[in-house]
Nanobody, 126 residues
Framework: QLQLVESGGGLVQPGGSLTLSCAAS????????IGWFRQAPGKEREGVAC????????NYADSVKGRFTISRDNAKNTFFLQMNSLKPGDTATYYC???????????????????WGQGIQVTVSS
């Protein structure tokens, strides 16, 4: 069974840091493009960051550039989102996703991602 499982979410104060992890099982991530998305209450799901299968291409939403870093460890079949300088506006449910084309588009959109995690809450509040 193909599965993605997020971990590492929680409550953090403004200016703090969190690292989200996403572990894959039932398939290997080597040839997949990887992405992180988030959805705040009452808002649409938005793409946050992506990385290509080779790791050679990354893209970020303007709202997180310079603060978030996406990375992957194919040997561990896991990928990460390092989040620094967190703001209350970053509060959302975060989802990891994978797509078999192996790419990472400048505009990070839901298609072509076809494997999704269940989501994990990140709350930035004092």
């Amino acid at each position: 069974q193909l599965q993605l499982v997020e971990s590492g979410g929680g409550l953090v104060q403004p200016g703090g840091s969190l690292t989200l992890s996403c572990a894959a099982s039932g398939f290997t991530l080597d040839y997949y493009g990887i992405g992180w998305f988030r959805q705040a209450p009452g808002k649409e799901r938005e793409g946050v960051a992506c990385i290509s299968s080779s790791g050679g291409s990354t893209n970020y939403a303007d709202s997180v550039k310079g603060r978030f870093t996406i990375s992957r460890d194919n040997a561990k079949n896991t990928f990460f989102l390092q989040m620094n300088s967190l703001k209350p506006g970053d509060t959302a449910t975060y989802y990891c996703a994978a797509e078999r084309l192996g790419g990472c588009a400048r505009r990070i959109s839901i298609p072509p991602f076809d494997h999704w995690g269940q989501g994990i809450q990140v709350t930035v509040s004092s």
